[in-house]
């Protein structure tokens, strides 16, 4: 299957949605010395919106990882996995350690003084059951996704055929079902109820792009998305308390936003878009996973040196640079770390997962 780079260009406006929110979307004055209510009000309301993006991403995750999925081992998907996110975090959580070491300074998410287990904890990417803050908040998203990686790799020990996933995604949407019914929540630990539809209409629209549309996957399609309009209430009422907000929120804006994200995403694998061939649109779907790793842990005390030190920017100009600063930050990352450590990375993975192919040796002991 081509590659199709609208795809990837959409990764990196889900992400910019993200840090629009982080941004502008919260009423936070200690990074812009004032509340973006206050100079940016249009854009701050309409930033209230940018959480959706979490959803975007695991709406294409769903799509992508059972392209790169397809035709592999349970091995050799774990490998393609691990390269592909630990080079990158682990870079950030190096930055994030210096940055503290050099500069001590209070962020949302970073404390001014980190105890070496925080580090070695968070080093696993999973810190939270270790009851151990994340360091790199945003990637609370990255524990989700693995657990969708771990429903794949069972998947893949079957075997990937279009009837097997027609049959996995139906069992996954039906224990969602009883999951978010029954509010059982060592259950949801391994169902995901909360974004299950998402990832289901993903490999929903990537079966339907290899093989073909026909009445079962848009059924498929269809009971996936209501159920996901119908729970995504929770993140709805999530961000309308959060922290005693007086921010108002639309259930009906957010299922239209995302119902219109679905469709962009449609015209981009099904429709006239999959032809669309920009270079440049591969180049930003590859800054997307750096640049939402560094845009908050990062960009916030960048935001709050440019406050404190260079008022003459303003808010936007102050805006404009911690953004572009994190794009660029993104690229060096995925430049000289991501892509050379985590090919290094895949090789010497591969070399083990090969090895242990391998018939073994016998040693007869006379």
């Known amino acids: 299957m081509p590659r199709l780079a609208l ?59 059972c392209m790169s999925a397809w035709g592999r081992t349970v091995g050799e998907f774990a490998v393609s996995r691990l390269s592909r996110l ?71 020990k079957f075997g990937a055929t279009y009837e097997r996933l027609l049959g996995f995604c139906t069992v996954w ?39 073909g549309q026909n009445l079962m996957l848009w059924m498929l399609l269809g009971m996936a998305w209501a159920y996901q309009l119908s729970v995504l209430q929770v993140r ?5 308390t959060e922290a005693g907000s007086t921010r108002t929120v639309s259930w009906s804006l957010c299922a239209l936003l995302l119902t219109a994200f679905l469709g962009v995403l449609m015209l981009a694998t ?14 930003a779907g590859a800054l997307t996973y750096p640049f939402y790793l560094v845009h908050m842990t990062i960009g916030f005390p960048f935001a709050k040196g440019l406050t404190r030190h260079v008022p003459a920017l303003g808010h936007w100009g102050n805006i404009a640079v911690t953004m572009t600063a994190m794009l660029l930050l993104s690229y060096a990352l995925h430049r000289w770390v991501e892509g050379p450590l985590g090919r290094r990375m895949r090789k010497g993975l591969m070399r083990g997962l090969t090895a242990a192919r391998r018939p073994k040796e016998t040693v007869s002991v006379s």
């Open 7 to 65: 795809v990837d260009g959409l990764r990196l406006v889900a992400a910019l949605a993200v840090a629009c929110f982080h941004y502008l979307g919260t009423t936070n004055t200690a990074v812009w010395g004032d509340s973006p209510r206050e100079f940016a009000n249009v854009v701050h309301r309409a930033s209230l919106y940018g959480w959706l993006g979490v959803e975007m991403f695991f709406l294409i995750s769903g799509f992508v990882i």
């Open 173 to 211: 949407l039906v224990a969602a079902y009883i999951t978010y019914s029954t509010h059982n929540k060592l259950l949801d630990q391994f169902v995901v109820s909360s974004y299950a539809g998402l990832f289901v209409a993903g490999i929903a629209l990537y079966l339907m792009c290899r093989f």
């Open 86 to 156: 630990f080079p990158a975090y682990w870079a950030v959580l190096i930055l994030i350690v210096t940055r503290v070491a050099l500069l001590p300074q209070q962020t949302d998410n970073v404390p001014a003084d980190i105890h070496p287990r925080v580090v070695v904890s968070n080093l696993t990417m999973f810190p939270a059951p270790l009851h151990v803050d994340m360091l790199a908040g945003v990637a609370w998203t990255l524990d989700v996704e693995a657990r969708f990686y771990l429903l794949m790799a069972v998947m893949l």
């Open 236 to 240: 709805v009422n999530w961000h309308l």
């Open 270 to 283: 099904l429709g006239p878009l999959r032809n669309i061939r920009r270079r440049w649109l591969v180049t």
